[in-house]
């Protein structure tokens, strides 16, 4: 019974986690994009060459300083929020959160190895993928219906709400 009442919990917990991973996933070649495109290839180098020399608990370090300077970011969103400026709130906290998984993405993909010397570091990376795998498992069918009911002939649906389906398709195939 309680197992029942918490699926929604853990769905939802699921998709969140599933849009950070995804967010990971795709802000990272943009991120690798750009670093080939600016000069920051050789700050790439430059810190790859620093970590080397690093312990593991230094190198921890690196990745978490260069996140911090996001967080007064994220609080003036939320002080535009709180002060009913919807649009400049959601923009910022958008831009804070791109901003802070493409510098995490960065950041990490110099550090991992060192890191990952670490045990207790190494155990949480592979239980955040475990967990990646089980919310992907969780939310894998859902996707799946979503995407049956969407394609389907409408077995179920009503005809308001197939006009709606249709209406919405053709404004996607006009804007193209």
Known sequence: MLRRLLQPIWVL????????????????????????????RAVKAWLADRVDSLSPAMTLIVFIVPVLPLFPLKLIGFWLLSHEHWMSAFLTILFAKFLGVGVTAFIFDVTRP???????????????????????????????????????????????TLRLIQRFRKSVHQAR
Not at 13 to 39: G, S
């Open 13 to 40: 917990l699921a998709i969140i986690f599933l849009i950070e991973a995804w967010l990971w996933d795709h802000l990272e070649p943009i991120v690798a994009a750009i670093v080939a495109a600016m000069p920051l």
């Open 114 to 160: 060192k890191l990952l010397e670490m045990g207790w570091f190494e155990w949480l990376y592979r239980f955040i993928l475990v967990l990646r795998a089980r919310a992907n498992a969780l939310v894998d069918p859902i996707k799946a219906r979503i995407k049956d009911a969407l394609s389907g002939g409408g077995e179920g649906w009503s005809a308001r």
